[in-house]
């Protein structure tokens, strides 16, 4: 397991990063628990999760399997939403959001339910139209200064909210965001239009998720086949999205790579995002012990430049406009 910094900090973390959202949910803390021992048997120290992930439960089961290894553990979680938005029950108004009240409120329950004094890795969910950016990035500096908290972390934030919230925290002189989580993957490559330049050259750690596409990369799928009624694509109704002819092109060279290496579909992609200028960490999610194992084998793999370039051109993006593909092609030498 290769370890990096987490952007410009001094905080390493293992190239792969074990996201924990299906804990709670499809997955039961039995096979969670055989989940994290693999990970971190073979190295991993990096684990994500989030206050809303199985309303509470991915924190609550995380934190009860780690507990006696905490130490050596980087521990991410998020905040912003409620949980009760998802399941469909009323929130009061101020129990919502990226105001101090709410994130004071929620770090607090987040530290109860994972069973430990400090956060090494809080982040905001999303942006928030309806705080100012300044009320948030005060109210998270204060925890870091209390020790609650390590490091700062935005997730889905577009590159002049990132920009926004860095400028407030120069000028006010708080903790900054040291990283960013971004959906990434050969099938989701528009943040290298505006946002991996702006955290390059920012020094702002990327960690991806999804990287495997919605699990279009990951082998169980083929040109002109609808998936099966009970996968993750047909459930969540993303095969109508996903099913064009650039991301059948696109596995379609993934796949011939993976071949040509005696390696799955699903390594490849891991390794074509993890070699990626800028990311730190790459987050992978697994329902099952077996699930796990696939995407562990990843670890190590580097794919040759040639490889990559075959990758890069059956993925490409549709051409952008002149000043964008100057400022990547700038940022990534």
């Known amino acids: 397991m290769e370890y990096r910094r987490l952007g410009g900090t001094g905080l390493k973390v293992s190239e792969l990063c074990l996201g924990c959202m299906t804990f709670g949910r499809e997955t039961d803390e039995a ?8 990970y971190l048997e073979l190295g991993g120290n990096f684990l994500d999760t989030a206050n809303v992930y199985s309303a509470g439960a991915s924190e609550e ?20 939403f409620n949980a009760n938005v998802f399941l469909g029950k009323p929130v009061p ?5 990226l105001s101090r009240g709410h994130i ?22 999303s942006w928030d ?18 020790g609650k908290v390590r490091y700062l972390g935005a997730s889905n934030f577009m590159a002049w909210q990132l920009m926004k919230s860095l400028w407030v925290s120069d000028k006010h002189n708080c903790a900054r965001f ?25 020094q702002v750690g990327v960690i991806p998720w999804s990287p495997l596409g919605g699990g279009f990369l990951t082998g169980k799928y083929r040109s002109g086949e609808r998936p099966p009624q009970d996968s993750r694509l047909a459930k969540l109704d993303l095969w109508g999205r996903l099913a064009n002819e650039r991301n059948y092109r696109t596995l379609e060279a993934v796949e011939n790579v993976a071949k040509e290496r005696g390696r799955s579909i699903a390594e490849v992609a891991l390794a074509w995002v993890n070699q990626q200028p800028g990311v730190s960490s790459v ?21 040759e430049q040639a490889e990559l370039d075959t990758l890069d051109r059956a993925s490409a993006l549709a051409p952008e406009y002149p000043g964008a593909m100057q400022a990547r092609n700038q940022s990534r030498r």
Request: glycine share 4%; proline share 3%; hydrophobic share 35%.
């Open 31 to 38: 096979n969670a628990r055989k989940i994290i021992d693999r």
């Open 61 to 80: 089961i995380t934190g009860r399997i780690i507990k006696e290894r905490r130490q050596s553990l980087v521990l991410a979680t998020k905040v912003r």
């Open 93 to 97: 108004p101020n129990d919502i959001g």
């Open 104 to 125: 004071m409120a929620e770090v607090e329950r987040s530290l109860r339910r994972l069973q430990t004094d400090y956060i090494d890795l809080y982040q905001v969910h």
């Open 129 to 146: 139209f309806e705080t100012p950016i300044e009320e948030t990035m005060r109210a998270l500096d204060d925890l870091v200064r209390q």
């Open 178 to 202: 040291d990283c960013l989580q971004p959906q990434y993957s050969l099938i989701s490559r528009e943040i290298e239009r505006e946002i991996l330049p702006l955290c390059r050259s920012e």
């Open 283 to 303: 987050i992978y999610g697994a329902h099952t012990a077996q699930q796990n194992d696939q995407n562990l084998s990843a670890i190590g793999l580097r794919l």
